[in-house]
């Protein structure tokens, strides 16, 4: 849409652009656990449906995972974790080019229950 403005002797056209709104960031991932060795393998980039990612134009910067029981962090798109408790949490957070950012905690369960990710059973 354009609109013309006169200003003195002289005309202006004046151009006026919606604001779009930027899509949030948003971090997902999965893991692969072994019951076992309770080793445990991350990927932020899964499932590939819907992974990991950033508003349109920005792209990921950082990605930061931080564990417990053990504590421990890792970095990188990819993370593995050894775990030494029967429940514990995994945390991804995702930076972005665009200065955006978002996290996710999963839990994980070596010794059952619902909703958390399950050894020896693949990615959930």
Known sequence: MSRNVAVGAVCLTLLLLPIVALAAATANFQG??????????????????????????????????????????????????????TTATAKLDLLCSDGRDASLTRTICFGGGSGCIQPDIGYN
Not at 42 to 49: H, K, Q, T
Not at 63 to 75: D, I, K, L, R
């Open 32 to 85: 692969s656990c072994l019951g076992f060795s309770k080793n445990c393998d991350f990927n932020a980039n899964l499932p590939a449906g819907n992974p990991s990612a950033c508003s349109a134009g920005a792209f990921p910067t950082d990605y930061f995972w931080t564990f417990t029981n053990p504590s421990g962090t890792a970095s990188g798109a990819q993370a593995t974790h050894k775990f030494t408790s």
